[in-house]
């Protein structure tokens, strides 16, 4: 792995804020998962032939091989369009970036070593600064009630938000999020559009305190023009204070207005993180389905040539 990705995620891994923007775009990503071209053609005439064919016939062409054929350019500018510099670019891709343009090819720079008589830099300010639960409730009197009253509470104090995202983990699942998170703080998730295809979104993990877990979401588009002046739409922070005692994670985010994020799209990536994140599987299907999702978190992360954004739309669209 080269020096921008290992320096993107150092970077990542001590921000203690979340990222800012002063731009709103999103990447346009059309639906084109029958549409893979696999480096092996025999794995995908196995796997998806039948699909292929109806999509070939559809489409008036003889066969999977001319659907392939057909549409090939637009399957590798999906591919360029999902690259996100420093983080998943695949090695032949990423060029070692010269100093005069090395602030635009590297999304985090990091500071310069400080002389003794220098202070150490301050982190940017964030205008949505991550709250403590104490922001939110009395964490000494709450911790007092049963977990049952402590979710009540919890939703009730979110209700009148209409741009809130509220919910209640139990902590043997947060504990296989943020383990998973550890390993993958960063990774892309689809947001289907109707007739649009979907919107491709970018996601970070942070971890500002010993207490708090927040994920940020931006455009993918938006943020591999800014970097980390990339401001997030939706923001969603867990708060640990009562995981050991109570045995519960209290989660709360927000979707920012005007951003191009419906609420409910904002609870749709929620969903989707956390059935990449800490899905638990129990039958045999789901503990496929859950290998893949590893797999393709392992190959983004890794900057594997072999990730496809048609198999990362598959996956998103499963139950379980």
């Given at each position: 792995?080269?020096?921008?990705a290992?320096?993107?995620?150092?970077?990542a891994?001590?921000s203690?804020t979340?990222?800012k923007?002063?731009?709103?775009?999103w990447a346009?990503v059309?639906?084109?998962?029958?549409?893979?071209a696999?480096?092996n053609?025999?794995?995908?005439?196995?796997?998806?032939?039948?699909?292929?064919?109806?999509?070939?016939?559809?489409?008036?062409l003889k066969?999977a091989e001319?659907l392939r054929?057909?549409y090939?350019?637009?399957?590798q500018?999906l591919?360029?369009?999902?690259?996100v510099?420093?983080v998943?670019?695949?090695l032949?891709e990423?060029?070692?970036?010269?100093?005069?343009?090395?602030s635009?090819?590297?999304?985090?720079?990091?500071?310069p070593?400080?002389t003794?008589?220098?202070?150490p830099?301050k982190?940017?300010?964030?205008?949505?600064?991550?709250?403590?639960?104490?922001?939110?409730?009395?964490?000494e009197?709450?911790?007092?009630?049963p977990?049952?009253?402590?979710?009540?509470?919890?939703?009730?104090?979110?209700?009148?938000d209409?741009?809130?995202?509220?919910?209640?983990?139990?902590?043997?699942?947060?504990?296989?999020?943020i383990?998973?998170?550890?390993?993958?703080?960063?990774f892309?998730?689809?947001?289907?559009?109707?007739?649009?295809?979907?919107?491709?979104?970018f996601?970070?993990?942070t971890?500002?305190?010993?207490?708090?877990?927040t994920?940020?979401?931006?455009?993918?588009a938006?943020?591999?023009?800014?970097?980390?002046?990339?401001?997030p739409h939706?923001?969603?922070?867990?708060?640990?204070?009562l995981a050991?005692?109570?045995?519960?994670v209290?989660?709360?985010?927000?979707?920012?207005?005007?951003?191009?994020?419906?609420?409910?799209e904002?609870k749709?990536?929620?969903?989707?993180?956390q059935?990449?994140?800490?899905f638990?599987?129990?039958s045999?299907?789901?503990?496929?389905?859950?290998?893949?999702r590893r797999?393709?978190?392992e190959?983004?992360s890794?900057?594997d040539?072999?990730?496809?954004?048609?198999e990362l739309?598959?996956?998103?669209?499963?139950?379980?």
């Amino acid at each position: 792995m080269n020096s921008s990705a290992l320096l993107f995620r150092r970077c990542a891994a001590r921000s203690q804020t979340p990222i800012k923007c002063y731009q709103r775009r999103w990447a346009q990503v059309h639906d084109v998962r029958f549409y893979a071209a696999h480096q092996n053609p025999k794995h995908i005439q196995d796997r998806y032939k039948e699909k292929l064919d109806q999509k070939a016939k559809e489409k008036g062409l003889k066969d999977a091989e001319e659907l392939r054929t057909a549409y090939a350019d637009k399957i590798q500018q999906l591919r360029k369009e999902t690259i996100v510099p420093g983080v998943n670019a695949p090695l032949s891709e990423q060029q070692p970036p010269s100093p005069q343009n090395a602030s635009e090819t590297i999304p985090f720079q990091p500071p310069p070593p400080p002389t003794p008589q220098q202070q150490p830099s301050k982190a940017p300010k964030s205008d949505t600064p991550v709250k403590t639960l104490s922001s939110f409730i009395d964490v000494e009197k709450t911790a007092q009630l049963p977990q049952k009253e402590i979710e009540t509470i919890w939703r009730l104090r979110h209700v009148r938000d209409a741009q809130s995202l509220c919910a209640v983990l139990n902590t043997s699942t947060f504990q296989r999020i943020i383990q998973t998170a550890r390993k993958h703080p960063q990774f892309i998730l689809p947001l289907p559009r109707e007739g649009q295809g979907a919107e491709i979104h970018f996601l970070q993990w942070t971890f500002p305190s010993e207490t708090t877990a927040t994920v940020l979401f931006t455009h993918l588009a938006e943020f591999k023009l800014r970097g980390e002046y990339a401001q997030p739409h939706t923001t969603i922070t867990h708060h640990l204070d009562l995981a050991e005692e109570k045995g519960v994670v209290l989660l709360e985010g927000r979707v920012m207005e005007n951003r191009g994020i419906s609420v409910d799209e904002g609870k749709f990536l929620l969903m989707n993180l956390q059935k990449f994140y800490g899905f638990e599987a129990q039958s045999e299907a789901a503990r496929e389905n859950k290998e893949r999702r590893r797999k393709l978190m392992e190959q983004f992360s890794g900057g594997d040539e072999g990730f496809k954004v048609e198999e990362l739309l598959e996956e998103a669209e499963k139950v379980p």
